[in-house]
């Protein structure tokens, strides 16, 4: 008998199968869940991965989690620091490969809002903002967004405002570049010509209809859909170790 | 080499109601928190606040009423949620929010650090925060010359002070920044004053005896400030790390309407060496 797994578990996995090993990849500000599965990567399928940490750290030796992503303990045993402006510099060089970003609302096109609704002199909800967003969002071949709540209030038709720039805000020389979304239902790309989102995986004891009545709009459904791949016991008990005092829930209560 | 070793107080009268002032640090880390709660208690008065991504020391200064603007690529508490002054004061159009993003706030404190006026910067194009950031003409659509490639000019930030909380300096204001730097360095040398709060003076022989450590030379700081814990609740390397349970208790001071009382206990009647 399997045991259940915890759907933070199966996203941080998910998210770390993005990773490829000649990858260098950044996190951000608010990001225990990308800080895990850059974790699980490096210690799975892409051990050769460059790690900059959010904290500044390059290739730390990662044994905890902390309430903020740039604890300079997530610094541990790390080889460099390598500060936020030559990551920049770095992702408009285009050597930047994956950047995971997180977003309130989004919607078909993949445009994330993390501003505001409403008025944008008087919001009527007022968002942390988008942090890099907008910078990265275009310019780096692949960017994760990660989805906590998936319903039709954040996977929306159109977002209220764009932060981040989706396939229909963005310059032609930039739609080659990859975005996969991630929620707490299953895993979303866009490979298609419209470019629009569709459905590559469904969670384990999620399904197509239930991902589909909880978004907004109408979600289209990858050819090849399938059951996203859950975690090993090995990869859990790792999430665990680094995660003892279960940072990674923060986001779903 | 002049000695610009001062008091908090003394220090704290080179911000003017109005200035635009940037702090160093990110998020939870190496803010320089007792220089801002001495902000709060000079009752300064409509400041503009810039920084990449700041966190309990621009919401302090929103919910203590110091705040007119504000300009930031994200203002957030980590894992713990909203800034709670910052979202109540903006939604009630108390205070005004320009949203920058990251990049450009960096670049724009890089090309203020160059004596330049401007710097491109690549993304933003398509994203509706350059609607916003027209508004106040911080960003331009160009064309670069050589390539054609569309780009965002970013307008060179010069804030009137930069305050930055670090661990080691001497009393003529060499600063030594230990572990991550953050923006603070160009900071520093884009502002058109500069304040270092520090947790240890040490001697200028010292500083001599390793020139490669000083991040920061004295010829760029107006003053600097010995005080010990000069960043808590938020952390400072080597030194100790952020108090989350401080920063849990904050939060839960602003959303019970306690914050009145959140100020008196840990501003106005705190002890300052």
Not at chain 1, 144 to 152: D, E, F, G, L, M
Request: hydrophobic share 40%; glycine share 6%; proline share 6%.
């Amino acid at each position: 008998m399997n045991a259940k797994i915890e759907t933070p578990d199966l996203m941080i996995y998910a998210m770390a199968l993005q990773i490829e090993n000649s990858n260098t990849v950044l996190h951000g500000v608010s990001s225990p869940l990308p800080i895990l599965a850059m974790s699980v990567a490096r210690n799975t399928h892409a051990p050769d991965m460059a790690y900059i940490s959010g904290a500044e750290g390059v290739d730390p030796e990662l044994d905890r989690i902390y309430p903020s992503s740039f604890d300079a303990r997530l610094n541990r045993n790390a080889v460099a620091y390598f500060g936020l402006h030559e990551a920049f510099d770095l992702a408009q060089r285009g050597e930047l490969d994956l950047m995971f970003l997180g977003a309130a609302q989004v919607d078909r096109h993949g445009n994330t809002n993390l501003s505001l609704i409403g008025d944008v002199e008087r919001p009527k909800v007022q968002l942390p903002g988008g942090a890099a967003s907008a910078f990265l969002m275009p310019i780096t071949p692949k960017v994760v967004i990660w989805v906590t709540r998936h319903s039709n209030k954040v996977f929306v038709e159109e977002v209220d405002f764009v932060t981040g720039q989706g396939y229909n805000h963005r310059a032609e020389e930039y739609k080659a570049n990859e975005i996969v979304v991630i929620s707490n239902l299953g895993v979303m790309n866009f490979k298609n010509p419209e470019r629009a989102m569709q459905i590559q995986y469904y969670h384990p004891g999620h399904t197509v209809d239930e991902i589909k009545e909880n978004t907004g709009f109408d979600l289209r459904v990858a050819p090849d859909v399938s059951e996203t791949p859950a975690p090993t016991k090995d990869i859990i008990e790792l999430i665990e170790k680094i995660d003892r005092d279960g940072v990674r829930n923060s986001e779903f209560r | 080499m002049k000695k610009v070793l001062t008091s908090l107080e003394e220090a704290a009268r080179l911000v003017q109601d109005g200035d635009l002032v940037t702090f160093g640090g990110a998020t939870f880390h190496r803010a320089p928190m007792e220089f801002v709660r001495e902000l709060v208690r000079q009752g300064k008065k409509e400041l503009n606040l810039i920084d990449r991504e700041p966190a309990i020391d621009f919401d302090l200064l929103i919910g203590a009423g110091c705040v007119a603007k504000v300009r930031t690529g994200m203002l957030a508490f980590e894992v713990f949620g909203m800034a709670p002054n910052f979202r109540k004061k903006s939604e009630k159009g108390e205070i005004v929010t320009k949203e920058g993003a990251c990049q450009p706030i960096i670049a724009g404190f890089r090309a203020a650090a160059m004596g330049l006026p401007s710097l491109p910067v690549k993304g933003m194009l398509g994203s509706d925060l350059l609607t916003i950031s027209e508004v106040v003409g911080s960003q331009v659509e160009i064309q670069d010359p050589f390539t054609g490639e569309t780009m965002i000019a970013v307008r060179a930030i010069e804030p009137d002070v930069a305050v930055i909380h670090a661990q080691k300096a001497d009393e003529y204001g060499n600063i030594r920044i230990e572990g991550p730097f953050y923006e603070d360095v160009i900071k520093a040398k884009a502002a058109k004053k500069v304040v270092v709060t520090v947790e240890e003076l040490i001697p200028n022989r010292d500083i001599r005896k390793m020139p490669e450590a000083t991040t920061i030379p004295h010829f760029i700081v107006d003053a600097v400030v010995e005080i010990p814990k000069g960043a808590y609740p938020c952390s400072c390397f080597n030194y100790y790390d952020a108090d989350y349970d401080h920063i849990k208790e904050y939060l839960k001071a602003a959303y019970q309407d306690q914050f009145a009382q959140y100020l008196d206990n840990n501003v106005y009647r705190r002890a300052v060496a």
